[in-house]
């Protein structure tokens, strides 16, 4: 989605005060919006964040959710249960509120993060794009980027069989099993599967030359990537972090990176747009960018 079609979806689903305030927006400027029960309305842009006056009570935050899931939200429990809802055109709704065992009840707080797409964003990273490990804080744009490589590397005449673990739905943002975000030509999806099950189901069933995923966490992650890689597909994954010696430091990381198992490391800026801050070799030599 455009701008223009991101407000067309978001606009009925909101009052009239936040319909006049998203009109005054930019494109690109808009990255989350925050309700709260209770409290104000928030929209969170790359440069500030402002509170806005509408203040809705718990039975207009559930009505918001509803809405902006097309009304499909209970329908949709394997993913509330995780704690959000991919939405239409990819934006993502993050949700808090009462966990029972029959799941989410009375939803207090919604985060919906404005998905983005900046076509060619990705670009200076294609050299290096072989094992490359992206690392950055939050909202640093490390999906966006991981999203524009695979649609570069998968796209066109010399396009390479590309392969996405899209574990939380935030990479290619699928709906009824289409990306609703451009991820190329030749790019396959695997939506909803943990990353050691989705290594193993692609190798065998996709034969990709190349792997994407978010997020690694643990030390499956980790150890399904190693697999992946010894099976001939090279690996682009992203993780949380402000430098090398914290990655390093963790459990789980510091074993594919004293295996130097990433050929290079780039380290995003922290004020966001998938802005590549600084880059690294496989044993953490700086590259000239």
Same mark, same amino acid.
């Given at each position: 989605?455009? +701008?223009?079609? #991101? ?46 006056? +509408?203040?809705?009570d718990q039975r ?28 239409r055109g990819g934006? @993502? ?6 966990? #029972? ?16 797409? +900046? ?23 490390? #999906? #966006? ?5 695979? @649609? ?33 030509e030749s790019c ?12 193993? +189901?692609?190798? @065998? ?44 430091? @963790? ?13 290079? *490391? ?13 880059? *690294? ?9």
């Amino acid at each position: 989605m455009n +701008w223009e079609e #991101t407000k067309a979806f978001l606009s009925p689903c909101f009052p009239q005060p936040i319909r006049e305030e998203m009109e005054l927006l930019l494109p690109g400027e808009l990255r989350e919006i925050r309700v709260r029960a209770g409290r104000s309305t928030v929209f969170c842009t790359a440069t500030r964040v402002v509170a806005l006056d +509408w203040q809705p009570d718990q039975r207009q935050v559930e009505a918001l959710a509803e809405a902006l899931s097309d009304h499909s939200l209970y329908a949709r429990a394997q993913e509330t249960s995780q704690g959000y809802v991919t939405l239409r055109g990819g934006h @993502r709704m993050g949700l808090c509120g009462r966990v #029972t065992h029959q799941g989410l009840k009375d939803i207090g707080s919604i985060c919906v993060r404005i998905a983005g797409q +900046w076509p060619g964003c990705a670009e200076g990273l294609l050299p290096h794009a072989e094992n490359l490990l992206i690392i950055g804080p939050p909202a640093s744009g490390k #999906t #966006t980027l991981l999203r524009d490589l695979a @649609r570069l590397l998968s796209s066109g005449r010399q396009g390479r069989q590309v392969a996405m673990i899209d574990e939380r739905g935030e990479l290619a943002a699928c709906v009824h099993g289409v990306p609703q975000l451009d991820v190329g030509e030749s790019c396959d999806v695997l939506d909803g599967c943990s990353k050691p099950d989705a290594v193993r +189901w692609l190798i @065998r069933s996709m034969s990709p030359q190349a792997i994407i995923t978010d997020e690694l966490s643990g030390a499956e992650d980790a150890a399904a990537l190693l697999d992946a890689m010894a099976c001939g597909a090279s690996v682009i994954a992203s993780c949380h972090g402000t430098n090398l010696s914290e990655v390093a430091n @963790r459990p789980a990381m510091a074993g594919l990176m004293a295996r130097r198992a990433f050929h290079h *490391y780039a380290l995003l800026h922290p004020e966001g747009g998938g802005r590549v801050a600084a880059l *690294y070799d496989r044993s953490g030599s700086p590259i000239t960018l």
